[in-house]
């Protein structure tokens, strides 16, 4: 995984240097802790830094969707109004660590429903609560193949214990397949 990051910054960085970069693609640096380009319309990421967001704006996200809650460390305490400020709009969906549920997932969910045609940056503490709600998201509203899909997850993490049961109890309510990562 480590030489693919190091390719991908060469392949980026040869070419801005050509001038052929893609306007969204945002450089080494601009980039918030564990971000991660599901598409070009949906990313995953750890909170972004207060000097993040312009770089984000100008790599054409229009919503922001933050899955901490207000609270959690290394929040902003005005994130809102920052995200506001660069032109994009701004949603919190305060999904506890230790507990997530199933109303958080329908409250994610719908937010994406209602952003469906417009670049999104979801986002949490460090790209844990984000990787699994947009690979649900992905699975039960796009569907999408668990097993392709489910690799955005580990590039971040091995989800917990508390975190594999929610995601399999979040499939199986609607009749959907376990990524083979979970099936043991």
Do not use: K
Not at 48 to 69: C, S
Request: net charge neutral.
């Amino acid at each position: 995984m480590e030489f693919c990051m190091r390719l991908n910054f060469l392949a980026c960085a040869a070419l801005a240097l050509l001038g052929c970069a893609p306007p969204h693609v945002l450089a080494p640096g601009q980039l918030a802790i564990n971000y991660i380009e599901i598409s070009p319309r949906i990313a995953t990421s750890g909170t972004p830094t207060r000097a993040q967001f312009e770089p984000i704006a100008q790599a054409g996200y229009q919503v922001v969707i933050n899955l901490a809650p207000p609270d959690a460390m290394g929040s902003h305490a005005d994130e809102a109004a920052l995200v506001a400020r660069h032109g994009m709009r701004y949603h919190n969906v305060p999904v506890n660590f230790a507990h997530p549920t199933a109303d958080d997932y329908a409250q994610f969910a719908a937010l994406m429903h209602q952003h469906r045609a417009e670049r999104v940056l979801v986002h949490c503490q460090v790209n844990m609560r984000a990787s699994s709600f947009v690979f649900l998201y992905r699975v039960l509203e796009l569907g999408e193949d668990p097993d392709r899909v489910f690799d955005a997850v580990l590039r971040v993490w091995q989800p917990s214990a508390q975190w594999r049961a929610f995601i399999r109890d979040t499939l199986a309510a609607r009749r959907a397949r376990l990524p083979m990562a979970l099936e043991q």
